[in-house]
């Protein structure tokens, strides 16, 4: 495989950043597509910890390419803040760039999507309070600054100038709130240049290149396809398209530069912030699934909402980025139920769904129907053969591979790096380096 997607197939948490440190140390360049620091994962190398927002995973390798590239959006302060932490630590970053049409989060976009939650009230989305919607709005209003007009102080002035008219008349206005003095943000960003300036260039043209020459790259999503701007659940969802399509444009490569989509999901499913949620499960059992699967998240701290697997989201994540496999993350955390449950329908005013339905209302309010399974009580953490799994374990992996058509190629068993069963051959090669685990 020259070129594998990696996306989320819920909503967002699914353990990619550990399927990424998984791959990465067999590629060329590992990508990040879309999203911004209102993603993350942790990083275990050996008894050190590290947490990146920005950075690919691909990262701890340093014959790595790391990119960030045109799809992303990108607070400088925080890529400084984790460029420093990781050189600090013995971790190199010369094989770091940056898109020059990555837009850059500046620092009215975190005041305005701050302000704008709290106006909301209960009926706020739940946002990171990163900045990350705004920016994305005022790229699509022609109104953004890119990482390109870093390289030129005169043309970021100007731009700066035009912007800060409308931002600081919204501040002031609208929310009462004190206006940024532009010298002050200009300067700011001035010292940003002078930290990742030799970062910037087009990565389109490199990731290009690459492929031309039969490299390997891995695309890394963040969020998960539920949370995606046009088929999540809208609007409780994020800015940008967390779909494999979108890596294509978010990493300025074309149709047919794809050869593998690997889907990640939980064994169970989470969210974090608001929104439907037909599995979820207010009890004693999402309780247990939270505490043992440790369901905090990574950049906010927040706890998840977590629920059973809804075999409902996983078909429609499966067709909308036609998956050629998934790997199952978390299987372990299931050990000691009495029972799994799988939702494999929804019932709404009599009415039962075996697709995922498209009115916000019936996902709000609807049944979740549900298969009954087996629990199992033996400590999965020392299998890697497929086979030796127990019964009702295996017969639960296979029931979702009925449901959802498509194969399961990994299972992860644990948090090491190490506990995890590869069913494809394809992955076996590149699966073992040791010393790294990645939860995310």
């Known amino acids: 495989m020259a ?4 996306v989320g197939t819920q909503w967002g948490d699914e353990g990619k950043g550990r399927i990424t440190d998984l791959l990465a140390r067999s590629m060329d360049f590992v990508v990040r597509f879309q999203g911004g620091d209102n993603a993350g994962h942790t990083v275990v190398l050996k008894d050190k910890e590290f947490k990146l927002h920005l950075i690919p995973s691909g990262i701890f390798y340093p014959q790595v390419g790391c990119i960030i590239g045109n799809g992303v959006v990108v607070n400088p302060g925080v890529l400084i803040d984790e460029i420093k932490e990781l050189n600090s630590r013995g971790i190199s970053t010369d094989n770091l760039k940056i898109s020059c049409n990555a837009h850059l989060i500046m620092p009215y976009h ?8 709290s106006k909301l009230g209960k009926s706020k989305i739940g946002t ?6 705004p920016v994305y709005a005022d790229k699509a209003a022609r109104a953004g600054i890119r990482a390109q007009d870093l390289l030129d102080l005169k043309i970021f002035r100007t731009k700066l100038k035009e912007a800060l008219k409308i931002k600081n008349s919204i501040l002031t206005k609208v929310y009462g709130m004190d206006p940024l003095v ?3 943000v200009f300067d700011q960003y001035c010292k940003y240049k002078e930290e990742i300036g030799k970062y910037i260039v087009d990565t389109s043209i490199v990731l290009n290149r690459a492929l031309d020459a039969n490299r390997k790259v891995l695309l890394e999503g963040a969020q998960g396809t539920m949370l995606d ?4 659940t809208y609007p409780f969802v994020t800015s940008s398209c967390t779909l494999a399509s979108s890596a294509y444009i978010g990493a300025g ?3 047919g530069r794809i050869d593998e989509v690997l889907g990640v999901a939980k064994a169970y499913t989470t969210r974090v912030g608001s929104g439907p949620f037909p599995t979820e ?24 909402r977590c629920g059973w697997l809804d075999a409902m989201i996983l078909g429609y994540s499966a067709m909308l980025n036609q998956l050629d496999s998934m790997v ?6 299931l050990t000691g139920l009495e029972e799994i449950k799988i939702c494999t329908g929804y019932r709404y005013k009599g009415k039962v769904y075996r697709k995922l339905p498209s009115h916000q209302t019936i996902l709000h309010k609807c049944e979740p129907l549900y298969e009954t399974m087996p629990g199992w009580k033996n400590d999965l953490g020392n299998i890697r053969d497929f086979n030796d799994l127990p019964k009702p374990v295996k017969r639960y992996v296979e029931r979702i591979e009925e449901l959802v058509k498509v194969p399961v190629s990994m299972i992860s068993v644990g948090p090491e790096r190490d506990q995890i069963i590869i069913r494809d051959d394809s992955f076996k090669s590149q699966a073992f380096d040791l010393g790294f685990t990645a939860i995310i």
């Open 3 to 6: 070129s594998i997607a990696i």
């Open 128 to 133: 990171t309070h990163k900045g990350i919607g």
């Open 229 to 232: 701007i046009d088929y999540g």
């Open 328 to 333: 199952l993350t978390k299987l372990d955390v």
């Open 110 to 117: 975190i005041l305005l999507d701050k302000a704008a939650e």
């Open 253 to 255: 490569i074309g149709p």
């Open 182 to 184: 532009p010298e002050e």
């Open 281 to 304: 499960e207010e009890s004693e059992v999402g309780n247990f699934m939270r505490e043992k699967g440790k369901e905090y998240g990574t950049t906010t701290g927040r706890a998840r």
